[in-house]
T-cell receptor, first 113, second 111 residues
Framework: EPEVTQTPSHQVTQMGQEVILRCVPI?????FYWYRQILGQKVEFLVS????????KSEIFDDQFSVERPDGSNFTLKIRSTKLEDSAMYFC???????????FGPGTRLLVL | GESVGLHLPTLSVQEGDNSIINCAYS??????FIWYKQESGKGPQFIID?????DKRQGQRVTVLLNKTVKHLSLQIAATQPGDSAVYFC??????????FGKGTMLLVSP
């Protein structure tokens, strides 16, 4: 069964450093999402992406965040200058056209020191 | 802002029992609701969904009930198994297919 994959599974970085989280959505999916989950809290929406542009973004998704689909398979989330409060699990999700079900990847655990 | 909440943070059941996990929501405009299961260290896994034009939907061992009058959603798991132990999130769709998640209920199944 096709799955969303994410790399790396864990990332440790110093405050102020840039990080890029990578996702490979399910191959025939056209809508892509990033969510985050701070430890012990609920999953929060960050951004949605369709047709090579952002569809929606939350208040969390400020100027430090950006997304990109650099090729036909990858979908990335970049945090330009990480803060301690960026420490969280980051989940990528995707869905196909005509269906609303979003399928989530296993997540990247980001720790900012 | 929108809120989606869960009544019980932890539910402990015996193997074979039926489990019911509840969720309250406040956005009356939402018309698509989903239950996700999250095992430790993994991403949310889709279980079952329901649209607002329905009040009940059944899957394999799972049933989702939607009461739009009181803005309440529940997930029923029949014959709960140890493998069902996980955190269960309700979520509703807002905006252009963005999901708002509840806080989660941990289901603990004892053999």
């Amino acid at each position: 069964e096709p799955e969303v994959t994410q790399t790396p599974s864990h990332q440790v970085t110093q405050m102020g450093q840039e990080v890029i989280l990578r996702c490979v959505p399910i191959s025939n999916h056209l809508y892509f999402y990033w969510y985050r989950q701070i430890l012990g809290q609920k999953v929060e929406f960050l951004v949605s992406f369709y047709n090579n542009e952002i569809s929606e973004k939350s208040e969390i998704f400020d100027d430090q965040f950006s997304v990109e689909r650099p090729d036909g398979s990858n979908f990335t989330l970049k945090i330009r200058s990480t803060k301690l409060e960026d420490s969280a699990m980051y989940f990528c999700a995707s869905r196909t056209d005509g269906q609303e079900t979003q399928y989530f990847g296993p997540g990247t655990r980001l720790l900012v020191l | 802002g929108e809120s989606v909440g869960l009544h019980l943070p932890t539910l402990s059941v015996q193997e074979g029992d039926n489990s019911i996990i509840n969720c309250a929501y406040s956005n009356s405009a939402s018309d698509y609701f989903i239950w996700y299961k999250q095992e430790s260290g993994k991403g949310p896994q889709f279980i079952i969904d329901i649209r607002s034009n329905m009040d009940k939907r059944q899957g394999q061992r799972v049933t989702v009930l939607l009461n739009k009058t009181v803005k309440h959603l529940s997930l029923q798991i029949a014959a709960t198994q140890p493998g069902d132990s996980a955190v269960y999130f309700c979520a509703l769709e807002e905006g252009y297919s963005t999901l708002t998640f509840g806080k989660g209920t941990m289901l603990l199944v004892s053999p």
